[in-house]
């Protein structure tokens, strides 16, 4: 399905090249790619849950999305925009909060709230709320540019992707199924 196939390499010592394999591997296959993940230096005997649950068809992740219009390049500028969105995203942080609280779930991820808070989207007392309330075990995973110094400290473990290289410096659009 993809037009032109490119390599990518997630590299370094941090936590998550793996996993990020297998998300993107879940984004090509909900646009419809066909995908083979081939473990090397990972036998069918070794205990990996990404693997499992796809083999068992167990994938258990509900994905929900703020339904507020937002253009990254110009509604930052809109006050009003901006306005409307804090709101929003106080509000959803908050039932995120009570959900934590009744551990409704074992893990949330917030992508891109990292960078909420860079721009100012959302106040650093409801990410640390959120993580004072939750219930021990709930494994919270916040993604986004711009991390600052006091959401760095609030973390037990932090990874920077850094890229060294990109299609995008050379002009190719992002691909259905390999960037979204």
Do not use: W
């Given at each position: 399905m993809l037009e032109k196939g490119l390599v990518q390499i997630y590299t370094g010592d941090g936590k998550g090249k793996t996993t990020a394999a297998f998300g993107l591997a879940l984004r090509a296959a909900g646009q419809n790619n066909k995908v083979l993940v081939y473990q090397f230096l990972k036998p069918p005997s070794l205990d990996i849950g990404e693997r499992f649950a796809l083999q068992l068809g167990a994938v258990r992740i509900r994905v929900e999305a703020l339904d507020i219009p937002w253009d990254m390049a110009k509604s930052f500028d809109d006050k009003e925009a901006v306005a409307k969105m804090k709101a929003a995203i106080s509000e959803v942080l908050e039932k995120i909060?009570?959900?934590?609280?009744?551990?409704?779930?074992?893990?949330?991820?917030?992508?891109?709230?990292?960078?909420?808070?860079s721009?100012?989207?959302?106040?650093?007392?409801?990410?640390?709320?959120?993580?004072?309330?939750?219930?021990?075990?709930?494994?919270?995973?916040?993604?986004?540019?711009?991390?600052?110094?006091?959401?760095?400290?609030?973390?037990?473990?932090v990874t920077e992707m850094k890229k060294?290289?990109?299609p995008f410096d050379k002009g190719v659009a992002a691909r259905r199924g390999i960037e979204f």
């Open positions: 909060t009570q959900t934590a609280e009744k551990k409704f779930y074992d893990c949330l991820i917030l992508d891109e709230i990292v960078f909420c808070l721009k100012g989207l959302v106040e650093l007392e409801d990410i640390k709320n959120l993580i004072n309330r939750r219930a021990p075990s709930v494994e919270i995973i916040m993604t986004g540019r711009g991390a600052t110094d006091e959401l760095l400290e609030l973390a037990d473990l060294i290289k990109h």
